[in-house]
């Protein structure tokens, strides 16, 4: 089936998925970047509170199609994949 | 505590937060206008194919921190969402 709308459409879906990785990947370098630092000065890696105060902002400035509680559950997702990252360095730095 | 490269690197984090926060809605409203798009030409607005070759593709291009299978759980989380918004509509349409 042809249709011009739905495939320009899809198109910039594709952008949007691919927009969504980099900044992903960004996001897990800040954070690998943040743990070093942490460490460096012998500072807890996990900090509920700086995740609470992010998930907050976050939610404050949210204004789209979604609920409020899909949304703080997407990035509490995204913020277990960074917390994944650090304990693997861990263990890394661990072993070497 | 004072630490200016950890204050740096968190507004950097904060930063990419909202750009997420920004892609994640835009999505969203992407997904809605495909909704309507299918619905005006009586396609099934749930398409498994689509979304195979959308993750194919993502992961294709993939080339961060994170593990393949990590992106891949993310990505079917942004998938649901947008998923759960169209059922969403298709109530609203259904009780106007």
Do not use: C, W
């Amino acid at each position: 089936m042809s249709n011009e709308q739905l495939d320009q459409l899809r198109n910039e879906l594709d952008k949007v998925n691919l927009d969504l990785l980099s900044l992903i990947n960004k996001r897990g370098e800040l954070v690998q970047q943040i743990g070093e630092v942490k460490e460096k000065h012998g500072m807890n890696r996990f900090d509920p509170v700086r995740e609470r105060e992010m998930l907050n902002h976050i939610l404050q400035e949210h204004d789209g199609p979604f609920e409020y509680s899909t949304v703080e559950h997407l990035f509490k997702e995204i913020f277990k994949m960074a917390l994944e990252l650090q304990e693997d360095d861990h263990s890394k730095a661990l072993l070497v």
